[in-house]
C-alpha cells in the first residue's frame, strides 16, 4: 500500500510525472477472489486498536505497533494469516 502527500499528488497532476510514494503497509491478495480474504499488514494512521473491527486481528507491539488483519473465514487463509504473523514476531525477535 503507497501514501501519496498532496504536494506529490499536486506534482504528478501538473507534470504528468508519476512519483514514488511511500509504502505504508502491505495488502496480501489471494487467488480467491473475495475481498474479505485480503490480509493486511500496516497501513497509513491504522492502529491496532482500528484493526480491531476486523474478525481476525493480532498486533506487533515493539517501537511501533504494527496491526495485521482479516475479515476471511476461510480456514486456510487463516493458517496463512498465523503463519505470517508467527514469522514476523519471529524476525522481530532475532533482531
Do not use: H
Not at 480467491?32 to 506487533?60: H, M, W
Request: glycine residues 6%; negative net charge; proline residues 4%.
Amino acid at each position: 500500500m503507497e501514501y501519496k502527500n498532496v504536494q506529490q499528488t499536486e506534482l504528478e497532476e501538473a507534470t504528468g510525472n508519476k512519483t514514488k510514494g511511500e509504502i505504508v503497509g502491505l495488502k496480501l491478495v489471494p487467488p480467491t477472489g473475495d475481498p474479505k480474504d485480503e490480509i493486511i499488514i500496516g497501513g497509513r494512521f491504522v492502529s491496532c486498536a482500528d484493526a480491531k473491527k476486523y474478525s481476525q486481528n493480532k498486533c506487533l507491539k515493539n517501537k511501533i505497533q504494527v496491526p495485521f488483519y482479516t475479515d476471511s473465514q476461510n480456514t486456510d487463509i487463516l493458517s496463512a494469516f498465523d503463519l505470517i504473523f508467527q514469522n514476523a514476531l519471529l524476525v522481530e525477535s532475532l533482531k
